[in-house]
């Protein structure tokens, strides 16, 4: 998980797997997914 600034430029795509939780993405860098409602995080499958 990485915190930027909305005007840092991702050049190698991670951007597209993002959400904007603190002020605005003026330019439109970021893919800005909906928050989901809670936290799940899955069981961790074992062998």
């Known amino acids: ?3 930027v600034p909305p005007d ?3 050049l ?3 951007n597209g ?3 904007v939780c603190w ?3 003026l330019d ?3 893919a800005n997914f909906e928050r989901p ?3 799940i ?3 961790r499958k074992t062998k």
Do not use: H, L, T, Y
């Open 8 to 10: 840092v430029r991702a």
């Open 12 to 14: 190698k795509g991670w």
């Open 41 to 43: 995080i899955p069981e």
């Open 23 to 25: 002020g605005q993405d």
């Open 37 to 39: 409602e809670r936290d």
């Open 17 to 19: 797997n993002s959400i």
């Open 28 to 30: 439109g860098r970021w």
């Open 1 to 3: 998980m990485q915190f």
